[in-house]
């Protein structure tokens, strides 16, 4: 694994250098494979990167998109990471509706759900064997428990390593998430960090010994890159 941690001064900085992490990651998939896969997270951060991707002039009919968790809510619901990428960024853009690969939210239950984007990914990269098919770039967030994407502290979620996809637990509320060896097959992970509350849970993050299953952002170690990309408030304590 490749480990990169950058403290940028703040958020229109840290959005900026994530936008070129990402146009760089694009142009090398697309020139080596043809394409290019990333999957998205939700929340405040991401938004403004996602605003700026849209004003990108790109060949959206190789970029294919992926959400590494999504709230099991419809997708016209306000809580829906779905609807705010559409919002911010893929209803602006002329990406073919079938580059967007939508986490299912409206079967009989999250476990099929689950199973059933799961079985849409394999499909996708023709993957049945053993090994889980490397995404391009997996965005991700952190909340300030340390968790990332819908892998929340003393879940079950956290348990399962023979799955793309299941199901996250938060306060009773299920969430479809990929799983912690999915996110690990990616060729680049890059998490994007903001506030001065996220400072305690990096600290534990970044620390020689810690509980992996009471801080999960610490389960996050890809085969390829990492990239931590911090604002100089959530990052002030790590800076050198």
């Known amino acids: ?67 590494g968790d999504e709230r099991y809510v419809p997708p016209d619901h306000p809580d829906s990471n779905e609807l705010m ?9 002329d990406i073919p509706a079938a580059n967007i690969h939508t986490v299912p939210t409206l079967e009989a239950n999250p476990e099929l759900a689950a199973a059933k ?31 990332t994407a819908s892998l929340f502290p003393h879940t079950e979620a956290l348990k399962v390593r023979d799955r793309l ?29 903001a506030g001065a509350n996220k400072r305690p849970a990096l600290a534990q993050v970044f620390a020689p010994v810690a509980d992996d299953f009471t801080y999960p952002s610490r389960l996050i170690q890809p085969q390829g890159e990492l990239w931590w990309l911090l604002d100089a408030a959530a990052g002030l304590e790590l800076q050198h």
């Open 1 to 67: 694994m490749n480990k990169t941690v950058e403290v940028l001064p703040d958020q229109p900085a840290l959005v900026a250098r994530a936008l070129e992490l990402i146009l760089s990651k694009l142009e090398t998939a697309i020139e080596q494979r043809g394409r290019f896969t990333i999957a998205l997270s939700g929340g405040s951060t991401p938004k403004p990167l996602y605003e700026a991707i849209a004003t990108q002039k790109l060949p959206w009919d190789k970029i294919h998109i992926f959400w």
């Open 85 to 93: 990428t559409r919002r911010a960024w893929l209803d602006r853009v």
């Open 117 to 147: 984007y799961e079985q849409h990914l394999k499909e996708f990269f023709n993957s049945f064997g053993v090994e889980f098919p490397p995404l391009d770039v997996v965005l991700l967030g952190m909340g300030d428990d340390a968790h």
């Open 165 to 193: 996809v299941t199901v996250g637990n938060k306060d009773g509320n299920p969430r479809i998430s990929f799983t912690y060896p999915f996110i690990n097959s990616a060729r680049s992970v890059i998490f994007l960090v």
